[in-house]
């Protein structure tokens, strides 16, 4: 997968940063978010990683997104006991829940993802989920001009 780069201070300068209005109680019993230094949560980014989870044009047929399967009505996680992929194709599990990711360390059921990173390349491509391809998912977002504005403002 091609990196779209890393943040340089003067790009950070520019992005607002994006805070977390948590409860006491998380602070206190929780250890700091797990969260990749060279990418720091910003409005921006936010916005664009919204945008990203909702497009259906990175699957095979245009049909499916992340958030097809990642409901938040149900913390973001669907209500079948074995999630729909392109063409109605069944997965091996359901759609696990995507809520307190920040703190995670392990990602899939399995835990074989040591970071979302890594995490989101499978169901892009992963016949019974998305079906797609990471070539295919870059030229989506290189013939958008706005996906190439955001990622510019963001990246660089």
Known sequence: MQSFGVLDNDRQRQLTPYTFDLPEYVSRNFNSMNLP???????EGVVLGKRLFFDKRFSKNNTISCGSCHFQ????TDTSAFSKGVDGILGDTNSMSLVNLAWSSR??????AESLREQIHEPVIDKREMAGTWADV?????KDDSYVRHFKLIFG
């Open 107 to 112: 990602f899939f059921w399995d835990g074989r």
């Open 73 to 76: 009505a149900f913390a973001f």
């Open 138 to 142: 870059l030229s989506e977002i290189r």
């Open 37 to 43: 230094d060279d990418n720091p949560l910003s409005v």
